[in-house]
């Protein structure tokens, strides 16, 4: 059964830091990327940020780069967002999501976690 299950989400004032994870199980790992999506109340669900697991490479959306930081951990199939310098637009439910490899910035995912929400206060 495949699983991705998000952690460490929560409420963080402006310009604090959140630290998401995703453990992943069910498949195999170093054949996906792994991404990283939001949905905002009212708003489309959107990319975040995107990771190969066979070779690192990386993929940010424009709102987020500099401040948040991908980061695969392989050997426990555990993808991680290092959220930095949070703004109140940044809340959102956060979900985990894999793509067979190829894949550019996780755009067609074939699982899904359940997510996790972010909140960030002004």
């Known amino acids: 059964e495949v699983q991705l299950v998000e952690s460490g989400g929560g409420l963080v004032q402006a310009g604090g830091s959140l630290r998401l994870s995703c453990a992943a199980s069910?498949?195999?790992?170093?054949?996906?990327?792994i991404g990283w999506f939001r949905q905002a109340p009212g708003k489309e669900r959107e990319g975040v940020s995107c990771?190969?697991?066979?070779?690192?490479?990386?993929w940010y959306t424009n709102s987020v780069k500099g401040r948040f930081t991908i980061s695969s951990d392989n050997a426990k199939n555990t993808v991680y967002l290092q959220m930095n310098s949070l703004k109140p637009e940044d809340t959102a439910v956060y979900y985990c999501?894999?793509?067979?490899?190829?894949?550019?910035?996780?755009?067609?995912?074939?699982?899904w976690g359940q997510g996790t929400q972010v909140t960030v206060s002004s």
């Open positions: 999501a894999a793509e067979e490899l190829p894949s550019y910035a996780c755009q067609a995912p074939d699982y």
């Open positions: 069910g498949f195999t790992f170093d054949d996906y990327a």
């Open positions: 990771i190969s697991s066979s070779d690192g490479s990386t």
